[in-house]
């Protein structure tokens, strides 16, 4: 089991990790980044060299269909306006 008391950490905050495995727990820290100038900057070089992003179109398009699936489970509307 992976715990992650904050996971979405927007700008450059420091994160703990919580692994669980066969009951002994550790812990594993990360050194906080700007997550979403990494994403630009990966996108830009995609561009650039006209190479695929690490995710796919259709990964994408699948990640959306989670998350709607979420949001209409709760009973919340999608999309979000």
């Known amino acids: 089991m992976i715990t992650l008391p904050v996971p979405f ?5 420091d994160m703990t990790a919580f692994i669980t495995k066969d ?3 550790t812990e594993q820290n990360f050194s906080g ?6 994403e630009v900057e990966h ?3 995609c561009i650039r060299s ?4 690490h995710l796919a179109l259709s990964e994408t398009l699948e ?5 709607e ?13």
Do not use: C, H, S
């Not at 950490?9 to 905050?13: E, I, Q």
């Not at 006209?50 to 992003?53: E, F, T």
């Not at 979420?70 to 999608?78: Q, S, T």
């Open 43 to 45: 996108f830009a070089r």
């Open 33 to 38: 980044v700007d997550q979403y100038q990494l």
């Open 9 to 13: 950490t927007p700008g450059n905050y």
């Open 69 to 81: 699936a979420i949001y209409e489970a709760a009973g919340l509307d999608w999309p979000i306006l």
């Open 63 to 67: 990640n959306l269909a989670t998350i």
């Open 50 to 53: 006209k190479q695929d992003p």
């Open 23 to 25: 009951g002994q727990m």
